[in-house]
């Protein structure tokens, strides 16, 4: 099987599972999906959604972050994995947007990625959800599943996402990351499945009988 022909059936497959995939991480606008995005960075959604209520009740707006204060914010999210030096860019962050785009979230890649924590994946899912801007973010599970469906080398993250923008079609990024996000939680975990048990990897590699090697992002 092509790799492109293995790319239509995981885009059939997951369209038929997830034909309308929700954002994972609770928000209200643009704004809090990008305070929740930053935050999830080494942690998991369901852990995000724990914590963020509390915070947007009280700094829901890059005005009350900022005035919050990095040791406030910091009580709020200790729970979460790297809490401290999420708390320093998330006053960082509303800083720059109160100082340089009018209390905005910038609508780029590159003035995004020019915030405090904002990464290309982070940019990318914010462009993806709240601007409708086609992007494919890639996290640790999209980069496990390409690899195990023959989709990319895994040499990178970069190369990753490269790879999965050339086999499928723009119009279906935004909801394909998702999908492969969910199905990578649901069917085609890091430990359930080793690329020989979920319904997918059986069908694109039916005669495989030892799991493929898949390099970490």
């Not at 109160?98 to 003035?111: A, H, I």
């Not at 993250?157 to 492969?180: G, M």
């Amino acid at each position: 099987m092509r790799k492109q022909q293995r790319a239509d059936i995981v885009r059939d497959r997951l369209g038929e599972l997830y034909p309308d995939p929700p954002i994972p991480l609770d928000h209200v606008d643009d704004f809090t999906l990008l305070v929740a995005v930053l935050l999830s960075a080494q942690c998991t959604d369901k852990k995000v959604n724990e914590v963020t209520p509390e915070l947007f009740r009280v700094a829901g707006d890059p005005k009350r972050m900022y005035e919050l204060g990095e040791a406030q914010i910091l009580e709020i999210i200790r729970p979460l994995g790297l809490s401290k030096q999420k708390a320093k860019n998330l006053e960082g962050l509303s800083k720059r947007l109160l100082d340089d785009f009018g209390g905005q979230v910038p609508r780029s890649f590159e003035e995004l990625e020019s915030l405090p924590g904002v990464g290309h994946k982070t940019a990318s899912v914010v462009m993806a959800q709240a601007f409708g801007v086609p992007a494919f973010p890639v996290d640790t599970h999209i980069h496990r599943l390409a690899q195990r469906w023959g989709l990319t080398s895994g040499k990178s993250v970069t190369q990753t996402e490269a790879d999965l923008k050339r086999l499928f079609p723009e119009s279906s990024w935004n909801d394909l990351h998702l999908q492969i996000i969910y199905y990578g939680r649901e069917h085609c975990t890091a430990r359930g499945c080793d690329g020989t048990k979920c319904g997918i990897c059986r069908e694109l590699y039916p005669n495989r009988r030892k799991p493929p090697t898949t390099k970490k992002a």
